[in-house]
């Protein structure tokens, strides 16, 4: 786009954005801990389930499995098919019922069947990454971390306040630029003004809240 910009303010676009996004549905993750599925251990559970999994699918999932188990040792005491038939609506439920499971023996056994708020410790478990590790932190533990998933780094790109090619970049990028007051807020809005407004294919620039301040790169077809 060469229309001309005004400098991208990001308090001014986080606090518009904050309005916007009101009518959509939150976040799947910020949705459950509001429910009070917020402990360390429901919060990486529940990240899990939604790994390639839309939130649509992923919150009923995860209410079904914490309404049967929502600690780990409780957990541990399941099997792993039980734990797969709980979460079978979710992608990739089989190994992600091992790995569920894996992890709820290992914090029994290790831990008295607590997650403790350890990124390092986040990051040895089995299908757990960054974005999984980072959601943990900054819901349940109160801890900064930013959580980049695809609409976090679409977005942000499109913005042209980071220039990226991966979500791991994009976090870096983040860390080095983003207010440390908003790392946590970014993931919880974006991901529902992703969803709706800067969308994938051809964004919904038309109803946007800071398209005077959007560089849009990428952007060659527009609602």
Known sequence: MSVSKRPFDIDEAMSRIRVAVQPFPPAALFQLADEGFNSPFEVLV??????????????????????????ARDVSRLTPAEINQLIRSATFHEPKARQIYAIARRLTAEHDGELPCDERLLRSFPGVGPKCANLVLGIACGIPRIAVDVHVHRVTNRWGYVRTRTPEQTMTALEAKLPQRYWVEINRLLVPFG????????????????LEMCQQVGVTTHR
Request: hydrophobic share 40%.
């Open 46 to 71: 529940a990240c899990m389930i939604s790994i390639r999994t839309l939130d649509e699918v992923t919150v009923p999932t995860a209410r079904r499995f914490f309404s049967r188990a929502r600690t």
């Open 195 to 210: 969803k709706h407004v800067c969308t994938g294919q051809a964004p919904r620039c038309s109803i946007c809240v800071v």
